[in-house]
């Protein structure tokens, strides 16, 4: 049997988002700062955040996730604290690996919320791990993020579930024409050829697909691109979709957010918000599906990826043909993008 690895924690790292008010503008000016968005911009993307009260749904639903894992390591082990550190907003990962550090933690297992191999999806996240972890110093624990998940069943497995009820309550006489639109976070195609982004994301909605009790006729969609509209993104937009959906006759759809693992502000404001309200133009009765979020058996999923971490001979589960995502990612895999020379850069709301 292979050498278990000495691991002392855990910790979950993700985009962070405003908890307030007073929380948006300095919230947006961390997501673009250094990239020249104009303050016009990000007022307008602020109005989005104040339709919820200026509260991101996102800390708190880590946090539910994070209290669910502790409660699954406590009572399976291994017995390991779990921390929690954002990219974009407190708790910031940089104040939580020197709160490690000064924990004694030396070595952790870190779990970053995306399903997907992409730059800002996984590259990034270890670029933020390192930034941080060399803000702190020696004393840094090192932290090994776990494997891309957009295979496994404890991902696939509760969207089945869920696409199941959202189709069931259709009335069956228009079930046979509705359709499954999945979304996922647009990307600029510099990124999005870099990587693994779209493989992986018609490998998730096939697995999804053929798991369901009455399959429908699906297409893979995008959402909340930003950034110069001459900087070509991954198409088509949800709404555009909508549209052609409705000149086509269908009448009904079932929206599946594939690509994110909980209802932050991108699944609210973009799909519950403004596709919501393109789908009512449209005379189209839009169902949204509820991400994997806190389910039980994504939490075991999240375990699971843990055990294999501690113990390199723990089984690998997967679905598919594409195989588990291997620990270490390749040199050159998910560059950095290109920033465009001209005009605003992407701005993300993420949270």
Known sequence: MAESQAYDAVI????GGPEG?????????NVTRGRGVPRDRLLEVAQNYEMFGGVSPINR???DLIASLEKLLSERGPQLPVYFGNRNWHPYLEDTVRQMAD???????GFATSAYSSYSGCRQYRENMAKARAAVGDDAPRIDKLRAFWNHP??????????DVAIAEIPPERRNAARLVYSAHSLPMSMARTSDYQLQLRDACGLVAERLAAPLPWDLVYQSRSGPPAVPWLEPDICDHLTALAEDGVRDVVNLPIGFISDHMEVVYDLDTQARERAEELGIEFKRVPTVGNHPRFVE?????ILE???PEHERRFLGELGPRPDVCAEDCCPPPQRPAHGSPPLKKGG
């Open 12 to 15: 979950v790292i993700s985009f």
């Open 309 to 311: 971490r501690v113990d």
């Open 103 to 109: 924990d004694g933690v030396r070595r952790a297992i």
């Open 61 to 63: 639903q880590n946090r």
């Open 154 to 163: 404890g991902f696939i497995e509760p969207m089945v579930e869920a696409v």
């Open 21 to 29: 008010p007073d929380d948006v503008m300095p919230f947006l000016e």
């Open 301 to 305: 999923m999240l375990h699971e990826l």
